[in-house]
C-alpha cells in the first residue's frame, strides 16, 4: 500500500464513511458457482452517499504486469482521496484466463479488470 505522508484527515473520514454505509445487495447470480453475490454497480451504488458525504473519492485505473514466470497479470490500482489531499493507494493483480491458444484474449482482460475492480472497491473501504 502507498500512503501520503500524513493519514489522519482520511483515517476520520474513512472512520465515518464506515459507520454511514450500507452493505452492498448480493443481486447477481454467479451460473458457474449458482451463488448470489453484489456486482461492480452494486458495489459503487451503496458506497456513493456515504463516500460524498465523508469527502472521499475514490479512482481506478487499469494496470498490467508481468508476474515471476513472465506471464502477463491484469488488474487495477484503487485511489482513495479525501478532500484535503491525503490519500490511499493498492495495486490488486489477477491471472487472465487464456483462451485455446494460450493467448489472453480482450474480453479475459476485461472480466479481470472488473472482478479486480469489485475486490479493490470493496477492500480499500474495509
Not at 489477477?94 to 479493490?120: E, F, H, W
Request: charged content about 20%; hydrophobic content about 35%.
Amino acid at each position: 500500500m502507498e500512503k501520503s505522508e500524513q493519514i489522519n484527515d482520511i483515517a476520520k473520514a474513512l472512520n465515518m464513511f464506515q459507520s454511514e454505509m450500507t452493505g452492498a445487495k448480493k443481486g447477481s447470480v454467479n451460473p458457474f458457482f449458482k451463488q448470489k453475490y453484489a456486482n461492480l454497480e452494486e458495489v459503487i451504488g451503496c458506497s456513493k452517499d456515504a463516500l460524498l458525504k465523508s469527502g472521499l473519492s475514490i479512482a481506478q485505473f487499469p494496470i498490467n504486469a508481468s508476474d515471476e514466470a513472465g506471464n502477463t497479470v491484469t488488474g487495477v490500482e484503487t485511489l482513495l482521496m479525501h478532500n484535503s489531499g491525503q490519500w490511499l493507494s493498492e495495486k490488486f493483480y489477477l491471472d487472465c484466463v487464456k483462451d485455446k491458444y494460450g493467448n489472453i484474449t480482450p474480453q479475459a482482460m476485461g472480466s479481470a479488470i472488473s472482478y479486480a475492480r469489485r475486490y479493490a472497491w470493496q477492500s480499500i473501504l474495509g
